[in-house]
């Protein structure tokens, strides 16, 4: 399985990003999805979920309002669309994943994850 995640950059507070995750290996319509991001000196911090078929969805209390995840099944391919970025979103964006039944509910938990991706760094500049 892999997971190549990119889109990251430096950018001005208030800017907008678009971080996509394509995956292979994975049957991917069986899988949620996660975003997590991981500071300097800091935990890796959950952002944002998304199950199987991308009805349902969930976020950090940082992200909401501004983040939106969303996946294309047949693209394999989940992405994080990051708006109103501040200095506190600097980080390293890393995707998960993990196969799931139906009624598994999302989980904000990084060790519930099975698959990782490398990461795309955000850096941003005030």
């Known amino acids: 399985v892999q997971l190549q995640a990119s889109g990251g950059g430096s950018v001005q507070v208030g800017d907008s990003l678009r971080l996509s995750c394509a995956a292979s290996g994975l049957t991917f319509s069986r899988s949620a999805l996660g975003w997590f991001r991981q500071a300097p000196g800091k935990e890796r911090e959950f952002v944002a979920a998304i199950s199987r078929s991308g009805r349902t969805t969930s976020y950090a209390d940082s992200a909401k309002g501004r983040f939106t995840i969303s996946r294309d099944n047949g693209k394999k391919t989940v992405y994080l669309q990051l708006n109103s970025l501040t200095p506190e979103d600097t980080a390293k964006y890393y995707c998960?994943?993990?196969?799931?039944?139906?009624?598994?509910?999302?989980?904000?938990?990084?060790?519930?994850?099975?698959?990782w991706g490398q990461g795309t760094l955000v850096t941003v500049s005030s």
């Open positions: 998960a994943a993990v196969p799931t039944i139906l009624t598994t509910p999302l989980s904000t938990t990084p060790t519930d994850y099975h698959y």
